[in-house]
Every structure is written in C-alpha cells, then in structure tokens.
C-alpha cells in the first residue's frame, strides 16, 4: 500500500507502552507519525531526542508525535524511560501499520539485502488527511522540519 498527501492517511490500530491507540484517537489534532527502525539504536535515539527536545513547541502548535516501530511494547517501555520521550510508542509486530505506510522496505547493509522499516516521518491534518510525508529521514535537523511543517497547517 502507498500513501498520497491530499488523501485520508491510512487508518491504524496498535498497542502502546501505555495502553492502546488507533487513529480515530487524533481527530482534531495534527499528529506526528514517525516509522523507526529500532528503539535504542543510535540513530533511532537521536532521532526521538530531537522530538523529545522540541516537544514544548510541538505541544504550543497543538500537535501530537507517536513513534512507531515493530519492537515490543516492553522494549518501548524501556526506551521511553531511559531517554524521558514524552510521547507515546506504538507496537507493530505484525508489521500491519508498516505495512499500510509503505515503509517496510529492501535494504541493503554491507552487500547483505534484508527488509527493514525505511526511516519516515507522515504529518496528518487534524481531519485525518495527510499533509506531507519524509522518505528516507536524514536525523539532522529533521524534527525542526517537520514542526516547521506542522506550524504551516
């Protein structure tokens, strides 16, 4: 499945650190839903720093982050906790919501194909629709895009 700004963003449910959580639960908020590969990774934690540092803007411009990845809701319990991130992780097992994204994807490390979850990052508009999307996520600088993005609805 691939997905298309304009277009509703695909519908999820999923288990968290802290309960559940599906998409209905944002209507009327803009949230941002980033795809991770790993939690505890370096570049996953610099990339969940960078959100959690610019988390009081996030909250000034009424927008909501949740992390995604296909790790364990305890392994997300464990992340959250030793790095303060103050935004909900979800669990994807099943890899379904990787799925209806499109970003479980071929990669490739030191001629060794395998398939992964391709670092990116969906703005969704508090009416369900999607409003940018990143591929292939550069950590630098990326959250600051995205809130600058996020402003900008």
Same mark, same amino acid.
């Given at each position: ?5 304009? =277009?509703?963003?695909?519908? #999820?449910?999923?288990?968290? &650190? ?6 209905? !639960?944002?209507? @009327?908020? $803009? ?42 809701? =305890?392994?997300?319990?464990? #992340?959250?906790?030793?790095? &303060? ?6 669990? !994807?097992?099943? @890899?379904? $919501? ?56």
């Amino acid at each position: 499945m691939t997905t298309a700004i304009g =277009a509703p963003a695909p519908a #999820f449910a999923m288990d968290c &650190d802290d309960g559940k959580t599906a998409l209905a !639960d944002y209507r @009327g908020k $803009v949230l941002v839903l980033y795809f991770y590969p790993k939690d505890d990774t370096s570049g996953c934690t610099s990339e969940a720093k960078a959100f959690r540092d610019a988390m009081e803007e996030y909250r000034a411009a009424g927008v909501e982050i949740l992390g995604v990845s296909k790790d364990s809701v =305890a392994s997300h319990a464990r #992340f959250r906790a030793k790095h &303060d991130l103050p935004f909900r992780l979800g669990s !994807d097992p099943d @890899g379904a $919501v990787c799925e209806a994204y499109g970003v479980w994807k071929k990669k490739s490390m030191y001629g060794r194909e395998y398939m992964g979850i391709e670092r990116s990052t969906f703005l969704i508009g508090q009416d369900g629709v999607l409003r940018a999307e990143w591929r292939k996520v550069k950590v630098t600088g990326h959250a600051e895009a995205v809130l600058k993005a996020a402003k900008g609805l």
